[in-house]
């Protein structure tokens, strides 16, 4: 190690030799630093200032060849990667913009485009070998890897300025570098400065020059995959615009059209009922595209586009679906060559129907959407072909298990085929067998047969037992894949392959299928734990945090038989918490609690902090109570008022979900009576909080703690009232005004004898029907059943209000049907044995609100 630091300096001369005498050797031979920090980062650090100003003269070096800029470039994005937070510590930060914002906002040779503005652009992005892209992508990653506070003090100046400038190709680079933001910084822009960015964008798209329209299409629909919902809030605005750019489809170039269809796809797919008054105008335009665009291209974005729709509108598709899939037939079943991207975008757009529409819609299909994809991969020997069958297959299985079952045999064998297989994955074997990977559709291929391969089995239960030992066996060799998204998708699998045996042990409960459970968790969990901490793709953590998660809250207390567990799991999630793995910049050697993170670490962080309560509701409390000790002051430590929005609202949010699940766990009370003096402070300061959604999270914990820790917090209650009382008369928000009525019922519930019920009832069913967290109505209306048998008087003198707010409560598809059914026996109690004051309560309501009322009454 101590030779190789030495040796740094020397190479840095020799490359800078090198490259005058031969660009192509220089640009193999700068691969020396990728080497370096893939193997011993360490050798690296000391030197990072000299390699980053090589590779910056490199990159800018205007009369070097392109690939060996690109070499340099990618160097320095690999280094930001790796090793954040040394970049930042070195104020390297300013130097590497400085020298790259140049190459962003370059104007092309006269009489060239550039690559992703050429009519031949297939849009997608991926064309990396070209400076240009390389910047965005040293931009791209250090919004991944960086505190976005500290960027964007740098970052946004310079956009700013280029965003104003007379010049299109500085406007295109400003727009490029608000886009590549949006994945990284989600939180902070979301929470800062979304009106701002989303008017920038807005007024590009109208932009005199198509280089910088296209560019903030690109941008839009980089926003709307990423800022996530509050997007979705500008709907109004952004749907006629996106919609009076496809009016144009025909007269456009296609390489423009396909980054106006990226904008548009990423915005419906969550818009959700939403999107039901674009409805009519969308799908004409599609299916108009699909059957007269002379473009086979336009024809696959608008299949593809179709896809999008129906993940938004699910079930209010319903009259467009036989026109589509009539449409969809010609493409599906067709043997040319030049149609074969049509034909696998009709198979994707398939699969997704078969999830969106329903069951009763769907199923009749079913059984031929499986004989179709046999008979493709039977007849074509595509990767991309195959892998868009088994998602198929996979979503066939969710709405008609029984017609895949016949053909499971033939469906896992083609998926394990193509697991084992090494066709298209160039390895060249050295010593210790590390491959080096191409992205190719074979690539594709093993991550999505593991995904289905997963979903398979969980879906057809007992009828895939015979099918999961080899499966296992091939999806668990792929957990080393060279690949992280094969290696995510493989672990995912393997979580689902536990719940689809927990499953079949509580459908067919014998002594064998519960061994045959124990001995897969036996085998995952473990595995699940040591990758956690071993593995270098942060995108890989949190898959397998959020499986094991799913693991938990499907296979319960029998994920924890194996006495072991439950000090590992509690271990690897205080690792994650406490930033000590390998994926958290060389685990943890620089990590210090006040410190500002980048938001990929913090969303690693949730991951691990949402197992907390999963474990809490799956062991008694006594016995996980030592780990909870050490776990809970990692949360409260992000508590403080120094920490992000995103972190307060994580950290009380998972404690209230902590003491959500001592409720129901054995012992829990007791354990949740000895924290309540350390948490009640914690969640009352909360409560207090600049942002509601803080405020939300912690007024739900209080209500938990009132819950879990029964009599013990009874002497808390006038404290906890008065909180609430005074935040009632001032909240403005109506997800805390739901949680605060929440948690008055908790505290009901538990001690009905220590709340002045004759002050509180009244407020809570003043601030009635909720508004915003329909889940609280089980609490709530739970809560008045018992008041009525305790105290009719009570809740007679506010029957009106209270069917006044039923009225609106039942029939809505958003409250569950345990609920209604708990309100509609109140309404019927009330209606036989106060028949007068119920007519007269009925009597004041609006007609629909009547109607509904007596509808719901006559159902139930």
């Known amino acids: 190690m101590n030779l190789m630091r030495s040796i740094v300096p020397h190479l840095i001369v020799a490359l800078k030799h090198l490259i005058k005498a031969d660009q192509s050797q220089a640009s193999e031979a700068m691969e020396v630093f990728n080497e370096l920090m893939e193997s011993e980062v360490s050798i690296i650090v000391p030197h990072i200032a000299d390699i980053v100003c090589l590779c910056l003269e490199v990159g800018s070096d205007t009369t070097l060849n392109d690939s060996v800029r690109v070499k340099a470039l990618s160097c320095i994005a690999f280094l930001v990667k790796l090793k954040s937070k040394t970049v930042l510590k070195q104020k390297l930060l300013t130097p590497i913009l400085q020298a790259i914002f140049p190459i962003l906002i370059a104007a092309p040779p006269p009489g060239e485009q550039d690559p992703e503005d050429q009519e031949d652009d297939s849009g997608d992005g991926t064309d990396n070998d070209n400076p240009k892209h390389c910047s965005a992508q040293i931009i791209d990653t250090m919004a991944l890897h960086m505190p976005p506070e500290k960027l964007f003090q740098q970052l946004m100046p310079m956009t700013q300025t280029c965003l104003a400038s007379e010049n299109p190709y500085e406007r295109k680079g400003g727009l490029m570098c608000l886009a590549v933001l949006a994945e990284g910084c989600a939180d902070h822009i979301r929470t800062k400065m979304l009106s701002s960015v989303l008017q920038t964008v807005c007024q590009s798209l109208s932009d005199s020059n198509q280089v910088v329209r296209s560019a903030s299409l690109f941008a839009l629909g980089q926003f709307s995959e990423h800022l996530q919902p509050e997007v979705s809030k500008y709907c109004a605005e952004l749907m006629p615009l996106l919609l009076g750019y496809l009016s144009s489809l025909n007269q456009a170039k296609v390489g423009h059209v396909t980054k106006a269809f990226y904008a548009l796809e990423n915005f419906m797919e969550n818009l959700g009922a939403d999107i039901e008054p674009y409805l009519p105008t969308l799908m004409e335009t599609m299916l108009s595209a699909l059957n007269n665009a002379e473009s086979l291209k336009i024809r696959e974005l608008a299949v593809s586009a179709i896809g999008a729709i129906a993940n938004a509108a699910k079930e209010l598709l319903v009259p467009y679906f036989p026109p589509v899939i009539e449409s969809l037939k010609g493409f599906l079943t067709t043997t040319s060559e ?77 998926m394990l085929l193509a697991l084992k297989s090494n066709e298209g994955i160039t390895a060249h074997i050295e010593e210790d067998k590390s491959f080096v990977l191409v992205e190719n559709a074979y690539i594709d291929e093993k991550e999505d047969a593991c995904d289905a391969l997963g979903e398979i089995a969980f879906s057809t239960g007992a009828a895939f037992q015979p099918f999961l030992e080899s499966s296992f066996q091939q999806v668990y060799e792929m957990r080393d894949f060279p690949h992280e998204d094969v290696r995510r998708a493989a672990f995912g699998a393997m979580g689902q392959f536990c719940r689809a045996q927990h499953l079949v042990w509580k459908e067919i409960p014998t002594e064998a299928n519960h061994q045959a459970l124990l001995k897969l968790l036996d085998v995952v969990l473990p595995c699940f734990v040591e990758s ?49 793995t390998v994926c958290q910049d060389g685990g943890g050697d620089e990590a210090d609690d006040e410190e500002q993170q980048a938001e990929y670490d913090a969303m690693l962080q949730e991951f691990a902090g949402e197992g907390i309560p999963l474990v809490a509701s799956s062991v008694p409390a006594d016995k996980f109570s030592p780990f909870l000790n050490d776990l809970l002051p990692l949360l409260m430590n992000k508590t403080k008022s120094s920490c992000t929005v995103a972190d307060r609202s994580f950290s009380v949010g998972t404690i209230g979900e902590i003491l959500q699940a001592l409720v129901t766990a054995p012992g829990g009370t007791g354990v949740a009576g000895r924290l309540s003096n350390r948490l009640l402070p914690v969640l009352v300061a909360g409560a207090r909080d600049s942002d509601a959604e803080v405020r939300n999270n912690s007024v739900f914990g209080l209500g938990c703690l009132a819950q879990a820790a029964g009599p013990i917090c009874v002497t808390d209650y006038p404290m906890m009232l008065s909180v609430f009382s005074s935040m009632l008369t001032k909240e403005s928000d109506l997800r805390v005004i739901d949680n605060l009525c929440g948690a008055l019922c908790r505290m009901i519930h538990s001690n009905v004898d220590a709340v002045p019920l004759e002050q509180v009832v009244p407020a809570l069913v003043g601030r009635l029907p909720l508004k915003e967290d329909m889940e609280e109505n089980k609490t709530v209306y739970s809560c008045l059943a018992m008041l009525y048998t305790h105290s009719p008087a009570l809740v007679l003198g506010l029957m009106k209000p209270i069917v006044a707010a039923s009225s609106q409560v039942l029939g809505n598809n958003k409250v569950d049907q345990e609920t209604q059914s708990t309100l509609a026996l109140l309404m019927r109690d009330f209606a036989q044995q106060h028949s007068a004051a119920f007519q007269a309560a009925v009597s004041s309501l609006p007609g629909e609100q009547q109607a509904a009322l007596s509808a719901a009454l006559s159902a139930s």
């Open 338 to 414: 030049e149609m074969r991207s049509l034909q696998t975008q009709s198979l994707d757009t398939l699969s997704v129907l078969a999830r969106a529409i329903g069951k009763d819609v769907f199923s009749p299909l079913a059984a031929e959407c499986v004989r179709l994809g046999l008979n493709l991969t039977d007849t074509i020997d595509d990767p991309d072909l195959r892998r868009c069958t088994y998602s198929l297959y996979s979503a066939v299985s969710t709405v008609s298990p029984d017609c895949l079952t016949p053909h499971l045999p033939a469906i896992t064998t083609i």
């Open 532 to 580: 956690v901490r071993t593995e270098h793709e942060r995108q890989v953590v949190m898959g397998i945090l959020e499986t094991m998660n799913n693991v938990m809250k499907s296979c319960k207390e029998e994920a924890f038989k194996n006495p072991a567990r439950l000090k590992e799991i509690s271990h690897v999630i205080r690792d994650v918490l406490k930033k000590k």
